[in-house]
């Protein structure tokens, strides 16, 4: 894959800063299947991202270069990484690669394939490796990010609880309970409150006089901004697309500390400012007034350099490829070779190849970043913020090499006086956002809008989801919970039901074709339960007794579903 080479700037020169965010999430798994679609998710991102994610930002931090990486962990992930069933089902698994490997090994010998029986001894040991790091931490991933946050290292960010689509959230008291239940799981989690977060998708949307729902419901009517909840959240910035910053529209500036009003023909003349530049952080209003919370967008230049399928760097040929394995379920030993080749035309891999490859691309990362940092001084006069946003996921489980990737970057940035290596907070401290602009409606999907997420072949989700919320809403104005213990524990278990089945990882799968059965199957489980659950505290509340067959229900509903266990039913008050 050729690459143009970019030429360094002297090491005097300042340009700004980077910010390389990385958005780690899988939807509610455990107790839900395990292969191909369920427990494996989250036992193979563990495996291949977390702990090498970890594994580099403590490499980094013994060579002093500070990573300052916006790490991502959503509610819903730290819940699962929490849980007892994945700590006992994590080591398992670990243990059983393991042994697939070293069963690789011998019947690569037997054969004379000897390069491939030297590679699957490799793998026996990496595997070997994770397990002993997982062991090393007290099996609490959760834990040893926090720490990393504490010292210093790197920020993390929280999100909704379920990974919600917020923007087609029928009512506002569902978007107002995904993010009370979400940073409270993050504090509880981490022992620390993040004050960044990730928007779902990255999916905005400012206030609406004539909001109209999807689908079912045509009454028009008024919903704020969803930065009116973030801020209220106590979260002071998110991050959204490029085109919801070069599509904004302008409301005012910021001048220490003030709000001054604009209108719009100050953005062809004040050109200096940066008005509508992804490189420039900005306030986020819904009409003119003094922000609250603030937001960063993606650059697309930087960010295709690893995430294109066409130019970006996990297609070159010397990677591991991800798709080939050898057998049901087993292990990769062959390269990308050509990313166009069908997988019976791979390669081998050579692990010797990859540390000149990967250095490589990091230095011509960084100079990527290096040339769009410049151009926008030349162009302002001001120095930029350049954000690099990714699915954290990307990094080692679907580009193995992903992680060294990273390091190099930080290694290289680390002596580098012309970027500077920022998290999100640090970058609002630093560079303080100047402009206050109201941003238009979308997200990081397909098309830039929210098709991905409501189109004919998902559409019926959010019928189904809308009456779900209304019906919550409904039954907690008119059931006496507050001084009945046992309606209490039903509308908790309802609302995590709600909380789990409003995941946009079940419409994403099924618009995508991903994984369609498996997608619809734990909508309807959760939509299901949702309705019993609730059924069952309007039969309590009626003064019946709970059948046999209903206490079967609630028993399996604990068992699958142990997340979230200290509902509070006032978040959606």
Not at 446 to 459: A, M, Y
Not at 493 to 516: I, Y
Request: charged share 25%.
């Amino acid at each position: 894959m050729a690459q143009r080479r970019l030429a360094s700037p002297p090491m005097s020169e300042e340009l700004g800063a980077l910010c390389i965010v990385l958005h780690g999430h899988l939807p509610y798994v455990l107790h839900h299947g395990s292969y191909p679609h369920g427990e494996a998710w989250l036992f193979e991102a563990a495996a291949e991202t977390y702990l090498p994610i970890l594994d580099m930002v403590g490499e980094c931090a013994l060579l002093k270069a500070r990573p300052a990486l916006t790490i991502g962990l959503t509610p819903v992930l730290l819940e699962q990484l929490s849980h007892d069933r994945f700590k006992a089902g994590f080591a398992e698994y670990l243990t059983e690669r393991s042994e697939r490997a070293a069963a690789d090994r011998k019947e690569f010998e037997r054969t004379n394939a000897l390069h491939f029986a030297h590679l699957a001894g490799q793998w026996e040991k990496w595997y070997q490796d994770r397990l002993a790091h997982f062991d090393r931490i007290k099996r609490d991933i959760p834990a040893e990010f926090a720490q990393r946050f504490r010292e210093g290292h790197i920020q993390i960010l929280t999100s909704n609880a379920t990974h919600a689509y917020m923007p087609l959230l029928l009512n506002d008291q569902s978007i107002a309970a995904q993010l009370a239940a979400g940073t409270a799981v993050s504090e509880q989690r981490l022992g620390v409150k993040p004050r960044g977060m990730w928007l779902p998708e990255c999916a905005y949307r400012p206030q609406w006089d004539h909001w109209l729902p999807s689908v079912l419901y045509d009454n028009a009517r008024n919903r704020p901004g969803l930065e009116l909840f973030i801020a209220n959240a106590g979260i002071t910035h998110f991050f959204v697309d490029t085109h919801l910053i070069t599509g904004g529209q302008a409301m005012g500036t910021l001048e220490n500390g003030n709000f001054h009003g604009v209108n719009d023909a100050q953005v062809h003349w004040d050109t200096r400012r940066g008005w509508r530049d992804v490189l420039e952080p900005t306030g986020v209003v819904s009409w003119p007034e003094k922000p609250r919370c603030f937001a960063f967008g993606r650059h697309p230049r930087v960010s295709e350099q690893v995430w294109s399928g066409s130019i970006g760097y996990p297609g070159n040929g010397v990677y591991l490829e991800f798709h080939k394995k050898h057998n049901e379920r087993g292990l990769r030993y062959w390269k990308v070779t050509n990313n166009k080749a069908g997988l019976g035309e791979k390669d081998p891999y050579y692990p010797d190849d990859i540390a000149a490859k990967v250095f490589e691309h990091a230095q011509h990362f960084c100079n990527v970043v290096r040339e769009v940092l410049r151009e926008h001084r030349d162009r302002t006069g001001r120095q930029g913020v350049c954000v690099a946003p990714f699915d954290a996921e990307l990094f080692g489980h679907w580009w193995f090499e992903g992680p060294r990737f990273l390091r190099d970057v930080v290694l290289t940035l680390a002596n580098d006086r012309s970027v500077k290596l920022l998290t999100s907070e640090e970058a609002l401290y630093h560079h303080p956002p100047d402009k206050v602009m109201r941003l238009p409606e979308g997200s990081w999907g397909e098309k830039g809008n929210h098709s991905v997420w409501i189109n004919d072949r998902n559409r019926w989700m959010w019928e189904m989801e809308y009456r779900a919320e209304n019906r919550m809403l409904k039954l907690l104005h008119e059931l006496p919970w507050r001084n009945n213990e046992v309606i209490r524990g039903l509308m908790q278990r309802a609302g995590r039901q709600l909380l789990l089945l409003q995941a946009s990882d079940w419409p994403f799968v099924v618009h995508s074709n991903g994984a369609v059965d498996y997608g619809i199957q734990r909508f309807s489980g959760h939509a299901t339960n949702f309705d019993r659950a609730t059924l069952m505290a309007e039969e309590v509340a009626a003064g019946r007794e709970l059948s046999a067959i209903r206490k079967t229900e609630l028993q399996e509903m604990d068992q699958h579903d142990s997340i979230f266990p200290n509902i509070d039913l006032s978040w959606w008050m």
